[in-house]
């Protein structure tokens, strides 16, 4: 089962608490409909399913948020900030290399702090189901690919070549997570050299792999910090 994401600060702004709710705080209702949508899908995200969870009255809800399409687009503001953002700004960090560039990016894959790929997984199936959250969806992915496309432009690389290595790089990641690869993070490391010259055409410099290495290792012992 997926491990449960969660927020610590509320989307809509403020500390989350509110006396008038009783023993529920906003940051509760988010983060069981966060582990609602990610364990049992969007069908869950119901006041009075999570309500019976919190064990507090459905009114409580109403403290927080003016509906459920509020709580459902807090959801989505969430999952932007948390896994689209991270691409984005390692895709526009500055980078000796094309490679230590991509580096960069790989750092959100291998650690569940920056990309949280449940959370992802489980957005895209709700999308499917409703067309203003799969549009949602289309545009967080054309922004990651164009973050990835403009990187591939600083080192070189034309508008054309640049779009498609951008696509290959994203989709690549995104199906690993669609397809539930199993494999343990020694072994992804493993082929980071591959990798790298798959999605650049360029052999990478030692300390580059050497660097991302560390990075994984450190990140692998990292308590799962709230997200």
């Not at 409580?60 to 509906?67: A, G, I, K, L, P």
């Not at 203003?132 to 070549?161: C, F, N, P, T, W």
């Not at 696509?167 to 072994?187: C, D, K, N, P, S």
Request: hydrophobic content about 40%.
């Amino acid at each position: 089962m997926a491990k449960r994401t969660r927020v610590t600060t509320g989307a809509g702004g403020g500390d989350g608490r509110n006396a008038g709710a009783g023993k529920s705080t906003k940051l509760d209702w988010l983060n069981l409909a966060i582990e609602a949508l990610v364990n049992e899908g969007i069908d869950q995200v119901k006041v009075q399913v999570m309500a019976k969870k919190l064990g507090v009255s459905r009114s409580s809800f109403y403290w927080f948020f003016d509906s459920i399409q509020d709580l459902q687009d807090q959801l989505l503001a969430h999952w932007l900030t948390r896994n689209t953002g991270p691409i984005i700004e390692r895709a526009m960090r500055p980078a000796g290399t094309i490679t230590k560039a991509i580096c960069n990016v790989f750092e959100c894959w291998v650690d569940p702090q920056l990309f949280d790929p449940n959370l992802d997984i489980a957005v895209r199936f709700w999308g499917r189901r409703d067309p203003r959250v799969r549009s949602i969806v289309e545009q967080a992915d054309d922004q990651r690919v164009e973050a990835l496309s403009k990187m591939y432009q600083r080192y070189g690389y034309d508008d054309k070549d640049a779009f498609i290595r951008a696509r290959i790089l994203y989709f690549t990641q995104i199906g690993h997570y669609a397809l539930e690869v199993r494999e343990t993070l020694a072994m992804r490391v493993a082929h980071i050299r591959a990798y790298l010259r798959g999605f650049s055409g360029v052999e990478p410099e030692a300390e580059e792999i050497e660097a991302l290495e560390k990075f994984s290792m450190r990140s692998s012992r990292k308590p799962r910090a709230p997200s």
